[in-house]
């Protein structure tokens, strides 16, 4: 196998302290808005607007945060799938050493994208239906010239065998699958160049509850088996708590909190990781003492409130919040939060208002 | 004539999909009584009936689909005789469409599908105004902006004349009950109303919907695939697995006493908050399912949910059609577990 033809760069003894696998310094991605027939730029949605986070080797780090705010973007500017506006992303590439993925050129980018790969949403838009399961997982493999012939067929069957599916189906169609079944297809073909790192973009929430559980077990079983470290972009917040180690909040394209996942759920430092915590449904009908529902909508990103963008949905609005933009910074060992009043506040965590 | 305060009965509902590939049961033998001021939330995962039961109700079956067999009937207000038998009427018959978007109206699941993008929020809540109550375009004008208002829209009066696209996907979905409420329905079907929405505006959603129900006194079917929003909003909740209703009670003896392994099985399937804030060190895995939902032309002997049991009797359960039991005043389950009385069974916590 190839695996064996590379052997990675073992620079961690020389540090004291692992350094993180991915780091993100101020990452932007602005999209253009334009308008007219010679297509002036009137202005831009700041989709992502100086985001920071790391993540450890092995770990999960849960990237939450309404529809819209740019989680989605976060995680494909990180493989440079989308070229950021600007920032930094370091990677530890086990080939390459540490990298900033931002500045890479082409062939580069495909050496340091056997590495860090991506799962997607949709299980039926992400699998091409005219492609059978040999060719759809094996096409990392060909196009990064890492096996064929035989050899890519047996490492496709290994692949299929690792993500619970029999390697007998590698001729059929993507038609003759169910939905948890294509998710597994999708894991199978990101896993196939033997990855660190894997960008999760909301890989459970078209599934049913049952079929959710197989595959939130599979993603674990793997991380464990493979050393993977995951990135996991979604929206239901019990599903992240779940897996994650540590979760980030994202709200109109910042960051606004990121701590480890119980004392984000437990001791939330920002009103709105308040109010997400909230508005979890949960499956207890016991009525809760207090709920906070956010009055107004999502700011828009194109035309950001001033000041904090939360201030005109926030209960603890303050003058400083409308004017000032708060910093993001670490409060206490491992938890961020952007937040003029976050040493000040006692908010409320999931625990708190059962 | 059953009890004044319900408003619809659904009796052994069968509803039939004639395909190439075979007849896809959908609905095989659904019962269900709506009540004026309650929420029946209905559970299940795609393609166990639930949507097709609702769209039966309304007579809104697509055409390879037919109700094949059963009775819906629909008890108008204001009357202690009158009892409409929806299922022998026309889909297009005037006296569906008289009640359709009238009398039962529907939230559909995705807010942007569900309204006109060409015409404005406005006119599309004036035409159902205008059909089925006799009043002139101004008036219709006013009761639309009214209307708007009632489900917290700010700026009613100039929400009315925007587009769908203009509004964000909380909005629209505001709209769109807006819609389905301007006739004063006696009975709202919600079908996945907030799935596409975010947390949020999920809850943000489901408060207006619990205090539009006491405002009309309306009934409300609320069918969804995710049991943290039934433990939300409904009162008593029907479980339905390949077509059939497993389990149905109301909303806390559910979720703190589950009689249907299928339904203990979901519960213990989605990750529990209360779990992962207690836990030390690395997570613990999820309990699944084994084996998918079969495919829907294969008419399995015994239980539906036979193959995936835990609980399976071989002998008993491939082999005889459970019936339904009231295993408690008000709280039914299809399972053999429960069919001999000798055999008591004590059904556990789900939250173990």
Redesign the interface.
């Known amino acids: 196998m190839t695996e064996q033809m590379k052997i990675p760069v073992n620079n961690i003894n020389e540090h004291q302290t692992q350094p993180p696998l991915l780091e993100i310094k101020s990452l932007k991605k602005y999209f253009p808005i334009q308008q007219g027939f010679f297509k002036r730029v009137v202005g831009h949605v700041k989709a992502v607007d100086d985001v920071s986070l790391y993540v450890n080797e092995g770990e999960t780090l849960g990237l939450v945060g309404e529809s819209g705010c740019g989680k989605t973007t976060t995680g494909r500017c990180i493989l440079k799938a989308i070229t950021p506006s600007s920032g930094e992303i370091w990677f530890n590439d086990p080939d390459m050493g540490r990298v900033n993925v931002n500045e890479l050129e082409h062939e580069q980018l495909v050496q340091v994208r056997r590495n860090m790969r991506m799962i997607f949403q949709d299980p039926y838009a992400s699998l091409n239906p005219r492609m059978t399961l040999q060719d759809i997982v094996g096409a990392p493999l060909r196009a990064m010239k890492i096996a064929k012939g035989k050899e890519l067929e047996d490492r496709v069957a290994e692949m299929l065998r690792r993500v619970g599916l029999r390697p007998e189906y590698m001729r059929r169609y993507p038609h003759a699958f169910s939905g948890g079944q294509r998710q597994r297809i999708g894991l199978a073909r990101a896993l196939a160049p033997n990855p660190k790192f894997l960008v999760c973009d909301e890989p459970v929430s078209a599934l049913d509850v049952s079929v959710q559980a197989q595959i939130l077990n599979l993603l674990q079983e793997l991380q464990e088996e493979m050393g993977l470290t995951y990135l996991f972009v979604a929206h239901d917040l019990s599903v992240v708590a779940h897996i994650s180690e540590r979760v980030a909040v994202m709200y109109v394209g910042k960051m606004v909190e990121m701590a480890p996942t119980q004392e984000l759920f437990m001791t939330p430092k920002h009103p709105y990781t308040e109010a997400l915590m909230s508005a979890i449904p949960r499956p207890d009908p016991t009525p809760r003492e207090k709920r906070i529902i956010l009055t107004g909508e999502v700011a828009n990103p194109a035309n950001p409130p001033s000041g904090c963008y939360f201030h005109p949905r926030c209960a603890y609005v303050e003058d400083i919040c409308k004017t000032k933009e708060p910093v993001y910074e670490e409060i206490s060992p491992g938890h961020y939060v952007k937040c003029h009043r976050a040493a000040e506040l006692k908010l409320s965590g999931v625990m708190n208002l059962a | 004539m059953p009890a004044n305060n319900v408003i619809a009965e659904i009796k052994n509902l069968h509803t039939n999909f004639y395909l190439r590939e075979g007849v896809a049961r959908a609905v095989a033998g659904v019962n269900l009584t709506l009540e004026k001021g309650r929420t029946l939330g209905i559970v299940g995962?795609?393609g166990c009936g639930k949507s097709v039961t609702a769209h039966s109700l309304m007579q809104l079956v697509p055409s390879p689909g037919k109700i094949e067999e059963g009775e819906i009937l629909f008890y108008p207000p204001g009357s202690t005789t009158e009892v409409i038998e929806i299922h022998k009427l026309e889909p297009n018959s005037k006296e569906m469409r008289a009640i359709r978007g009238n009398q039962i109206s529907m939230v559909f699941q995705e807010p942007m599908t569900s309204m006109l993008p060409v015409r404005t929020v406005g006119a599309q809540i004036m035409e159902a105004i205008i059909l089925h109550q006799q009043v002139s375009k101004a008036e219709a004008r006013t009761r639309a902006i009214e209307i708007l208002s009632r489900v917290k829209l700010p700026n009613a009066d100039r929400i009315v004349d925007t587009y769908p696209f203009q509004l964000?996907?909380?909005?629209r979905q505001r709209a769109v009950i807006a819609m389905a409420l301007s006739c004063n329905p006696n009975l709202l079907i919600a079908d996945e109303p907030t799935t596409a929405l975010?947390?949020?505006?999920?809850?943000?959603i489901?408060?207006l919907l619990r205090a539009l129900q006491q405002d009309f006194d309306m009934g409300i079917m609320y069918i969804t695939?995710?049991?943290?929003?039934?433990?939300?909003i409904a009162d008593d909740v029907a479980v339905m697995y390949m077509g059939k209703v497993v389990e149905q009670t109301d909303?806390?003896s559910l979720?703190f006493k589950p009689l249907h392994p299928y339904t203990q099985?979901?519960?213990r399937?989605?990750?529990?908050?209360?779990d992962?804030?207690a836990r030390t060190g690395k997570?613990k895995?999820?309990?699944?399912?084994k084996g998918?939902?079969p495919d829907p032309y294969r008419i399995l002997p015994g239980c539906v949910f036979h193959p995936r049991c835990p609980q399976f009797m071989e002998g008993i359960c491939d082999q005889i059609a459970p019936e339904i039991i009231e295993v408690e005043p008000d709280h039914i389950v299809r399972c053999h577990l429960y069919t001999a009385p000798a055999e008591a069974h004590t059904a556990k916590d789900a939250r173990l």
Not at chain 2, 168 to 171: A, K, T, V, Y
Not at chain 2, 285 to 289: G, N
Request: hydrophobic share 45%; proline share 2%; net charge negative.
């Open positions: 995962e795609s964000s996907g909380g909005m975010d947390v949020t505006t999920e809850a943000q489901l408060d695939h995710n049991l943290g929003v039934i433990a939300e909303t806390s979720f099985a979901l519960l399937s989605i990750p529990q908050l209360d992962v804030m997570n895995r999820l309990e699944t399912i998918m939902v």
